[in-house]
């Protein structure tokens, strides 16, 4: 396998910013869940509010930990860092990855709806969405990679 | 991995002129080395305007440095 370019392991860093930026994001959440004794209403509040914050802890997050990897690779390999604007390739590939996204979004997000018709637990149906939103963001990330790889 | 008939002599075309890099034909034509890469590689097929902005670092024309072989393809 030949050596990675910065803009192949870009796609590379950002799902561990993803796994990690969810994996505690989760772990907090599930501690904040353990201390509180929540009626029904209460826990579609809870939850709810656990999905909308996730958007923006994990734009952060990600914002974060995406500057703090691509330094510590400038550090080990010497490579210049580049920050270049998406050309047509790279809006291609993005568009691409995004479609897929949306794709898995969109099963998860009926396998959700589904359960509610069930009458599935409320905490498992929320966790179905938050899953499938950590499993389109890996789906995601792995498209472009794949894409940046094998082309489009 | 989607089936890509445009192939290229950029890269002959590079060293014959003074060996120009990968980095120096991405910024001449705007885009990211990564972008000439793929081209190269015949992975990825570029955009007329690109293809255009290309064959004119070169001084050459369309037709000398990309190529359609399609394959099975039939008049």
Request: net charge neutral; charged share 20%.
């Amino acid at each position: 396998m030949e050596k990675l370019s910065l803009a192949e392991k870009r796609p590379l860093f950002s799902l561990l910013t993803t796994i990690i930026s969810f994996v505690a994001y989760y772990w907090y959440v599930s501690e904040l869940y353990a201390e509180k004794i929540l009626d029904l209403q209460g826990q579609i509040e809870f939850w709810s509010a656990v999905i909308l914050l996730l958007i923006p802890v994990f734009v952060v997050s990600k914002i974060i930990l995406m500057i703090i990897l691509t330094i510590i690779n400038a550090i080990i390999t010497g490579e210049e860092t580049r920050f270049d604007k998406l050309d047509e390739f790279g809006k291609l590939i993005d568009i691409k990855a995004t479609r897929n996204f949306y794709h898995v979004f969109i099963f998860g997000f009926l396998i959700f709806l589904n359960s509610l018709v069930f009458s599935f637990n409320v905490f498992i149906s929320f966790n179905i969405i938050l899953f499938t939103i950590l499993v389109s963001a890996i789906i995601a990330d792995l498209s472009e990679f794949y894409y940046m790889r094998s082309g489009v | 991995m989607s089936k890509n008939y445009i192939s290229s002599n950029i890269r002959t075309l590079r060293f014959h002129k003074d060996e120009m890099t990968q980095q120096q034909l991405a910024e001449a034509v705007d885009v990211t080395r990564q972008t000439i890469v793929a081209i190269e590689k015949g992975k990825y097929s570029p955009s007329l305007e690109l293809a255009f902005k290309i064959a004119r670092v070169f001084d050459k024309k369309l037709d000398d440095v990309f190529a359609y072989e399609p394959v099975g393809d039939k008049k």
